[in-house]
């Protein structure tokens, strides 16, 4: 029941979670998960949305088990503690962490771990530790048929709301050669194998040098998007991984090239942003509908309900995480998450109360009733509304149009020559796969 619950207050926070390469996983476990770490307490809640056979455990930082209420959650959903060094003065002994995992996959519960050791608020992967090889290597010594399936998360945007992500599962890791290299040479063999799991990793997780590579990344697909018919998270990330592997294939040889792409898209995001200021987008490109516009004014005053009810913790979490505490990017969904595990229920019990006080039980049962409803309702009405819900096309969206045509020209002549400058730079790479 509380996974259920936890799955869904997950699907809530994100718009779209989409799981790439279920035929990857194994019929059955134990499996040893390893994935990327860059979300913090929001990463091992989506690999609940991975098959349930798995019983997956996920091992997580001792300190979080010594906070009120998640140290309760975390042992309710059997997470399995680890003190890290970083965590403790001296000397850590892992003796014991070990042996519980190795008691885990012998019961045949599966086990997340993340080896880059902790989550932070950057757009590439850090180095992995050898925890999980480790692990691998006991399992084995205890005759345990364990495989390491590595899985790439990849958030579009992981501390906003209602943003998609997708998460990636790699094919299980060939780690037979590893067995036997162990026996010779055991400390060569944990490396080696750390170091699989981490190409694995990187092939199945988008990446950038920095936050600036990667808004220039984000840009050059938005671009790309203008013309194409899907825009879904799942295929912008193709497209994004494409661009990644090849501006790194190209960075030596073509940098001059690749600079000059850089100087085009920070012109073009000045110009975007310009044009978006004066003129912001709206919804006079959609397709008229009498119905569509009869549903948006009908579905307008519920939805104002709903909004007004739930504006006090949506104003006060977003408060909270952004202004008071100020979390980091790698911690700000999860605190999203947990304080409005609390604040939402308490807001609903106050407006109960209050509408009780005053109208009495004819009033309260029904907003206890359908206050959860209400508020799923207000949230997807508001996406449909952004996405062209109104379906009409006012006089003055059209005098904007007008206006706004030679900004859109030079719009699309950047993107034109942005495109071009692309297209000579894969004409590069294919020439140095040909070579």
Request: glycine share 6%; hydrophobic share 40%; charged share 25%.
């Amino acid at each position: 029941m509380l996974l259920k619950f936890l799955r869904l207050i997950v699907l809530t926070f994100f718009r779209e979670i989409v799981i790439k390469g279920q035929d990857h996983l194994p019929q059955s476990g134990p499996v040893i998960f390893t994935s990327n770490h860059p979300n913090a307490l929001i990463d091992p809640l989506l690999l609940l949305y991975l098959p349930p056979q798995y019983r997956i455990r996920f091992v997580a930082k001792a300190p979080l088990f010594k906070i009120p209420l998640l140290g309760w959650l975390m042992r309710r959903i059997g997470a399995i503690p680890v003190m890290r060094r970083l965590d403790v003065k001296g000397n850590v002994d892992y003796e014991t962490f070990f042996a519980s995992c190795v008691d885990t996959l012998a019961a045949g519960d599966s086990i997340a771990i993340f080896p880059e050791g902790r989550s932070l608020p950057q757009p590439y992967m850090t180095s992995l530790r050898t925890g999980a090889a480790r692990l691998f290597f006991f399992a084995c010594e205890k005759d345990l048929d364990v495989k390491i399936v590595p899985v790439g998360l990849n958030y579009e945007r992981g501390s906003v709301f209602r943003t998609p992500v997708v998460v990636s599962v790699a094919p299980p890791l060939d780690t037979s050669a590893y067995v036997e290299k162990r026996e010779s040479n055991p400390n060569n063999a944990v490396r080696e194998l750390t170091d699989e799991i981490s190409q694995a990793l990187n092939q199945h997780v988008f990446q950038a040098g920095d936050f600036r590579d990667r808004d220039l990344f984000m840009l050059l697909d938005r671009i790309y998007r203008l013309e194409q018919i899907d825009d879904s998270w799942p295929e912008r990330l193709t497209r994004l991984k494409k661009f990644e592997s090849g501006l790194n294939t190209l960075r030596d040889s073509c940098s001059p090239e690749i600079d000059r792409l850089r100087r085009m898209l920070s012109k073009y995001e000045i110009l975007s942003l310009t044009a978006e200021k004066k003129h912001p987008p709206s919804c006079s490109d959609t397709p008229r509908s009498t119905r569509r516009f009869l549903v948006a004014l009908g579905g307008l005053p519920i939805a104002a309900l709903g909004a007004l009810l739930n504006i006090i913790p949506y104003k006060v979490c977003g408060l909270l995480v952004n202004s008071i505490r100020k979390y980091n990017e790698a911690e700000a969904a999860t605190y999203k998450v947990v304080y409005s595990i609390f604040l939402y229920p308490l807001a609903f019990i106050g407006e109960g109360l209050l509408i009780h006080w005053w109208l009495g039980w004819p009033a309260s049962i029904p907003f206890a009733i359908g206050i959860i409803p209400l508020s799923y309702f207000t949230l997807f009405f508001f996406e449909w509304l952004s996405k062209g819900g109104w379906g009409i096309s006012t006089p003055i969206k059209r005098i904007e149009k007008i206006h706004s045509y030679q900004i859109s020209k030079r719009l699309h002549n950047e993107r034109r020559r942005i495109q071009d400058q692309v297209d000579s730079l894969a004409n590069r790479l294919d020439a140095l796969d040909r070579g």
